[in-house]
């Protein structure tokens, strides 16, 4: 994370001649993902299968973009998570991270960093602090998340976690996740987090609506529409 220092202290633009959105960053971690509906055994099984619960929290996400919806409908995600602005953005600019029924995104914690992203999407001059891009809050909601670490088996070096959340506007939702630092990593992680939910008994063989999509059904519908057309939910 940066400090506010950092942030507020000037973006590290990258080289003139680079293509941020198409590199592979290597602070940056990729996420790949794959939720499903959580049945009242769940729990059960991860245990079954040696899972430990490592931690249980709550916390608040606040989502923003432009009035024109310019980050989302590019597949982008901002949010601030507690005191911490989080973005998540797929791995080829234009592309989108939902791939059949699972998820790739790269992850920037870095607030320098993350400025510098989302004022290149947006088109504008990196400024010096998030808030000069009068950005709006479109969502904002509470989860509540138990979370399980699977042991590393011999075929995987992945580490593989188990999020149970539940969400303030009554809605469960799991994800089986590994992050990876390569792109090179991403299929064979996505083999673990299938071959995972296959063994938990809740592997989809369509995409499971995230909190966010179903947040925006419930509550933002032209929000909601508008990312449908643009093939982003
Ligand atoms: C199935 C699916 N999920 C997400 C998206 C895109 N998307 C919508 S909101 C969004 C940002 C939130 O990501 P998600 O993993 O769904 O939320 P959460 O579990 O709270 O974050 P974590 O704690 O894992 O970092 C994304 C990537 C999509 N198109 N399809
Ligand atoms: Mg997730």
Known sequence: MATSETAKGGCRRPPENAKPWTMSHPSAPIEVERKFVPGPEVEDHLLTLGAVLQDEMKFQDSYYDSPDLRLT?????????????????????GARGLNGTSTQYQELNNEAEIICRV????????PHNLESLQLEEFARFVTTR???????????????VVDLDMTDFGFAVGEVEVLVQTKEEVQSALVKVDD?????GV????????????????????HYRKLLEAHVL
């Open 203 to 222: 592997f989809s063989i369509s995409p499971v609506p995230g909190k966010m999509s179903t947040f925006l059904k419930r509550n933002r519908e032209e």
């Open 146 to 160: 138990r979370k399980f670490l699977l042991p590393l088996d011999d075929n995987s070096n992945h580490k593989v």
């Open 73 to 93: 409908l590019a597949d982008v995600w901002l949010r601030k998570r507690a005191d911490s602005w989080e973005l998540k953005h797929p791995l080829v600019r």
């Open 196 to 200: 995972i939910c296959k063994k938990l």
């Open 119 to 126: 004022s290149e999407e947006l088109g504008v001059p990196c």
